[in-house]
């Protein structure tokens, strides 16, 4: 079981320069991982790439053979995309994404689109990272006895921690029945209007939406481990712990999804934690949901697309041609929902009633630094374009 995928330290954080990358470092990683690379091609759907950074250019396709070929300057056809240095940089860096740089609209589209840049950096990534693109197939899903997994099953916090954790590998969620009694979660919601109620426009912890004419707020993000009155340490630790790494309680988000939302951040569409960069700095992350009102179709609820987080799967590929299977969790007043930091997910919402949830993570250990960086990345999308949690 691999929950500790991470292949970047802080030490690895470097300035980057294109030409250096493209002419010393492209082809050794080409020569490490061409099958790999070279897969990712393919399922990108893209015929070539061209990525030009400064005065220089580089296209990216496949040569007669099927290989991935890296050719200096551009051919005229197929896509071409020029990006400044600094976001190339932090691009081959994993520091930010080509997400990123499509919320931060600071790419220069000379042919295609953003969507096409996308789809580029799962090749990437399987060059620098050694992560493999998703392909029709790749992923399947078995019990620990070798038979077909059940997508659909449930856990006590008495079952043994070894299903579970064979189960968060495999699919990169699972759900909790009963965690907390209904009285533990009538306190937490009057903890999350208590804190609601402190909240402003100009709090940069807040998100707020419109209801009509109103703005109300949703959310209230990054409250540390000693902030909020509710033992989420304590009662989710032990969760937390079945699928070891010494992972400590950084904190919660106090969510309210109300109904009839007009503008604004409530309920995010198919996301990963990591969109937005630092994939292989701190993933796999562990986010534990707490059903303070129940959820499912009526009032909303969390969608998982199983197995997502064991391929990289660019974030407009939720389509038609996706052979994960998708699964929606609904739950009772204090189920507990947990989530990998790279697996496929959303929230839809409410239809007919309000749903309230609070979400706690749990990460990886490692360096302070690296976790200030990978937020300041987040931060620059703003809390008004997208933000995943």
Not at 53 to 79: I, K, Y
Not at 94 to 99: E, H, K, N, P
Not at 357 to 362: A, K, L, N, R
């Amino acid at each position: 079981m691999e929950f500790d995928v991470r292949t970047r330290t802080l030490d690895d954080l470097a300035p980057v320069d294109a030409v250096g990358f493209h002419e010393s470092v492209l082809p050794e990683l080409l020569e490490l991982r061409s099958d790999l690379a070279s897969r990712a091609f393919v399922a990108s759907g893209l015929r070539g790439i061209t990525v030009g950074v400064g005065d220089a250019a580089w296209h990216w396709s496949l040569g007669d053979r099927g290989r991935l070929e890296v050719t200096p300057g551009d051919p005229g056809e197929g896509v071409s995309v020029r990006v400044s240095p600094e976001w190339f940089s932090d691009i081959v860096n994993d520091v930010r994404s080509t997400v990123a740089l499509m919320i931060a609209d600071e790419a220069d589209m000379v042919r295609g689109n953003i969507t096409h840049v996308v789809s580029w950096e799962p090749v990437l990534r399987a060059l620098t990272d050694g992560r493999a693109a998703y392909e029709p197939g790749l992923v399947g899903f078995t019990d620990p006895d070798g038979g077909d997994l059940d997508l659909d099953r449930v856990f006590t916090l008495d079952d043994d921690p070894a299903d579970v954790a064979h189960f968060l590998d495999q699919a990169g969620y699972a759900h909790f029945r009963q965690v907390f009694a209904p009285e533990e979660m009538q306190d937490l919601s009057l903890e999350i209007d208590r804190w609601r109620s402190e909240m402003s426009p100009v709090d940069e912890r807040a998100w707020y939406a419109a209801i009509g004419d109103e703005r109300v707020c949703v959310r209230v993000t990054n409250l540390g481990p000693e902030a909020v009155r509710f033992p989420h340490e304590e009662r989710l630790a032990p969760i937390a712990a079945m699928v070891g790494g010494e992972r400590r309680y950084r904190g919660s988000d106090l969510l309210v999804k109300p109904v009839g939302v007009t503008s604004g951040i409530s309920d995010l569409p198919w996301h990963k934690d990591c969109a937005l960069g630092g994939h292989s700095y701190r993933c796999r992350g562990l986010t534990c949901g707490v059903s303070v009102t129940p959820s499912g179709e009526d009032n909303g609820r969390l969608g998982v697309v199983a197995g997502s987080h064991r391929v990289n799967i660019p974030l407009f590929d939720l389509s038609d041609g996706l052979d994960l299977p998708v699964r929606w969790l609904d739950t009772e007043v204090g189920d507990v929902t947990v989530h990998l930091s790279c697996v496929l997910h959303c929230a839809t919402p409410p239809v007919h009633s309000e749903r309230r949830v609070t979400y706690s993570d749990f990460p990886l250990p490692g360096d302070a630094a690296v976790d200030r960086t990978i937020r300041a990345v987040r931060d620059q999308a703003g809390r008004e374009t997208y933000s995943p949690a």
